[in-house]
Structures are given as C-alpha cells and as structure tokens.
C-alpha cells in the first residue's frame, strides 16, 4: 500500500498534522515511538491557548483523544530506522516493517541529551532517569538530584518538590539560566539546594543509584541520592532522514511552508530550525506541514 501521507512522530506538530490532514481525506499513516512526544514530559502548563493551567499528561490524553475522534492509523512503538525518496516514492523503514507514501511530515521531535558519564549507562532505568514527569512518582520522599539550570531542569524541581524530600540542583553555569518566574518558585522551595559551579563526574550505587560524585571549585564530593533526573537539553531525532538538509545542531533546515530540500518531503516542530520550541508553536507548524503536504499532491 502506499499511502498519500505519513507523519512521523505524535508530538503537538505530528498530532496536529494528522487532524488536518484527516480532514482533507488523506490516505494517512502516523508512525512514533509515543504520543505525545515532550508534551507528555512537561509539568506544569500556562502558556497553551485555551487553557489557563493543565499538565502535559492531561494535554497529552486532549491529543489522544482529538485524534481517536478522526479514526487515524496510529503505529505506535516503532522506530524509525530510515528514510529515502525514490523518484515520487518515500520509503520508511521502522524496527518492524517498510512503509511507502507519496508525501512525508518529519515531526519526530527531539531527545535528551545523556550525560556521557560513569555509571549513567549502567543505571539508566534504576535511578538514572530523563523525565521527571514520568518518573518522578517513583522517588517519594526520596532524595534526588537533577542536573541542569534551565526551564526543563527547574521545570522538573517544581514538580518533584511535591513528591521528593530533598532535591539537588548540580548546575554547570555561574547561575541558572531558566526563567525567572521559574527561578522564583524554586528559591522558596526549603526543599531544592542549588549547586552552581558544579559538575557531574559520576553516578555511584549497586542495584540502583545511591550516589552522585559532583566537582564543585575543583574539589570532589560525593552527595548521598537515589534519583539523577537528567535535564541538559535535547538534540533533534533526525538521524534517519537520508539527504535532507540539516543545519549544525542536526535540525532539519525548512522554509516558511515547512518545506524541506526534497520535494514531498516536509518537517515541523522541534526537529527543524524553526526558532521558537514551543508547544504552540509546534502545533501551528503541524498544521503548516500537513496543508503544504496537501497542496503538493494536488499540484502533482
């Protein structure tokens, strides 16, 4: 079978795409690993138009729902390994089949960064984690510490400051950098120590993480947790798109249209170049992706 589009990814932009694509009568398929995407990550949200508060998870279940509403194929928990044209056939091949499609929306979003240090590997799963959304009910009254001093990191000490009993902020730069309303509401927290200067060397324990080695002002310490929420930022899942132009951070370089380098081949959300990673913002692009991604079947 082909397809007349496939969207890759379920984040605001792939969601997004496939309802207005369903409701131009698309031959559709979605391919992601979750739906959701960083949305399902985020805590606390006040900045999406139409609701003056909700969590990511309950924004994440209005997308679920919004798209079971269209009766959309939705294959979920694959992989995307490759991706290439063929004169006016795209290819996608997941960790469990080959799809063909005459039109492709690149919107898988991006991941964490890992640290890259001792024992992070080891421990990922059993203390060492990337999400405190999803994870953080799993550190009750529990000691954690996350590294990073941005939005996601203080996003992630807001939200386990209601389940953790004592929270560690390892933070690389002189200063956090997140927002200052964010700032505010972890500085009154008698739970959260900041550690500015600060570095990661290693995640410590047995089973499960015990400790963190940390430098701070060139001398080493260990700090007693069981929890490492890693928060330093993301890079784009854009590995697998063959020929399609990148920019230096590996995002998929797209015009006003959400047009790539391939024709038929269109990308939106935060895998791209667009400047603003915002939920919003996403969802708009996904809409821009998927009436461009029909104007081009037309036209051909």
């Given amino acids: 079978m ?15 795409a496939s309802i207005y694509a369903a409701r131009k009568k698309m031959g559709l398929l979605v391919i992601s690993k979750d739906i959701g995407g960083q949305t399902a990550w985020s805590g606390d949200i006040e900045n999406y138009t139409g609701y003056q508060f909700i969590t990511g998870p309950e924004l994440t279940k209005r997308f679920k729902d919004h798209i079971a509403t269209y009766g959309i194929q939705v294959n979920e928990g694959e992989d995307i390994l490759t991706l ?11 960790d469990n089949a080959l799809y063909q499609s005459r039109s492709v929306i690149i919107a898988s979003g991006k991941m964490p960064k890992e640290l890259g240090v001792e024992g992070e ?7 060492v984690a990337y999400c405190a ?9 529990k000691q954690v510490a996350i590294i990073g001093g941005g939005n996601s990191a203080l996003d992630a000490a807001i939200g386990l400051e209601r389940i953790a009993d004592k929270i560690y902020i390892i933070n690389i730069e ?3 950098t997140a927002d200052e309303v964010m700032q505010d509401a972890v500085k009154k927290s008698s739970k959260v120590t ?14 499960f993480v015990q400790a963190i080695e ?10 007693a947790v069981e929890g490492v929420f890693v928060e330093i930022g993301l890079v ?15 995002e998929i370089m797209v015009n006003c249209v959400c047009e790539t380098n391939i024709a038929g081949i269109f990308a939106a959300g935060d895998v791209t170049n667009v400047p603003e990673k915002q939920i919003i913002v996403a969802a708009g692009e996904g809409a821009k992706a998927a009436l461009s991604a029909f104007r081009y079947l037309i036209n051909k």
């Avoid at 589009?5 to 932009?13: E, N, Q, T």
């Avoid at 900041?194 to 089973?207: A, F």
């Avoid at 940390?214 to 700090?223: A, C, M, T």
């Avoid at 784009?236 to 590996?250: I, Q």
């Fill in 84 to 94: 290439k044209k063929d004169r006016a056939i795209i290819s996608i091949r997941t």
């Fill in 2 to 16: 082909v397809y007349d589009l496939v969207v890759i990814g379920a984040g605001p932009a792939g969601i997004t």
């Fill in 214 to 223: 940390i430098e701070q002002n060139n001398v080493k310490r260990d700090i």
């Fill in 236 to 250: 784009p899942n854009s590995g697998f798109a063959e020929g399609v132009d990148k920019n230096s951070l590996n």
């Fill in 121 to 127: 590997k080891e421990f990922k799963g059993k203390g």
């Fill in 194 to 207: 900041v550690l500015n200067e600060s570095r990661i060397v290693s995640v410590k324990g047995n089973e």
């Fill in 133 to 141: 959304t999803c994870d953080g009910p799993l550190f009750t009254k």
């Fill in 174 to 176: 002189k200063a956090l």
